[in-house]
């Protein structure tokens, strides 16, 4: 039993030994970050959501609450 444990615990040691190894293999120029993409001009604050939705959404709410 207590072999089969320390058999058990060198392979694990070994695989991570291993992937190590590939890790710092690997070329350090082609690990190097992207660059950080260039701002939009004129684009001071640009919103994902419709400012229709969100007013629909206001309205949508102010009804609720009034009819509640």
């Known amino acids: ?11 694990l040691l070994v695989l991570v030994i291993a992937a190590f190894a590939v890790a710092s293999a690997q ?8 660059p ?3 701002m939009d001009a004129g684009a001071g604050f640009s919103s994902p959501v419709s400012g229709a939705i969100v007013g ?3 309205v949508v709410s102010l009804f609720g609450l009034l009819k509640h």
């Open 56 to 58: 629909l959404s206001l």
């Open 36 to 38: 950080a993409p260039g």
């Open 27 to 34: 070329d350090s120029e082609s690990m190097a970050p992207a």
């Open 1 to 11: 039993m207590a072999a089969q444990v320390i058999v058990s615990k060198t392979f």
